[in-house]
């Protein structure tokens, strides 16, 4: 697998498509896609303290101050950008790609149903808010008539 640093246009996050084309740069260098494919997380370390030399390997050349896009990663930076390595080195560039966009359109619904639901939740309260104050005015009004 040899995958271009520059295929990533379809992640709108500018730090994430960097740290994703900074990734395969590393893997290409390294001749690590294999390796990668092959790889089974341990689940008490995951990529972020894992110990294995091969990872430290690719860590380094992520950091590689030659690398076209140089990165200096956090471990959530980085335990995160090898878990979407690991899903291309496993599954494909493609279906990455399918992914990737399928759940930042999941995302971009829930943030509008989320943002829809508020909105229709304040006008709620502004309207019954509304009719209680009338009705308070009516009541209030036929009370001092009755007085």
């Known amino acids: 697998m040899n995958y271009s640093y520059s295929t990533f246009d379809f992640i709108p996050c500018d730090m994430t498509r960097k740290c994703m084309q900074n990734g395969c740069w590393a893997l290409d260098q ?29 860590g380094n050349m992520m950091e590689n101050l030659d690398a076209p896009i140089s990165m200096s990663h956090s471990g959530a930076s980085f335990a995160l950008t090898m878990r979407d390595l690991s899903y291309i080195a496993k599954n494909g560039f493609e279906a990455y ?51």
């Open 30 to 58: 390294t001749n690590m896609w294999d390796w990668l494919r092959a790889y089974e997380v341990d689940p008490t370390k995951g990529f972020m303290f894992s110990t294995n030399p091969e990872i430290y390997m690719i």
């Open 97 to 147: 790609n399918k992914l990737f966009i399928i759940n930042h359109e999941e995302e971009n619904n829930e943030l509008f149903i989320t943002n829809h639901e508020e909105e229709n939740n304040e006008l709620f309260i502004t309207n019954h808010e509304e009719e209680n104050n009338e009705q308070f005015i009516t009541n209030h009004e036929e009370e001092n008539n009755i007085l």
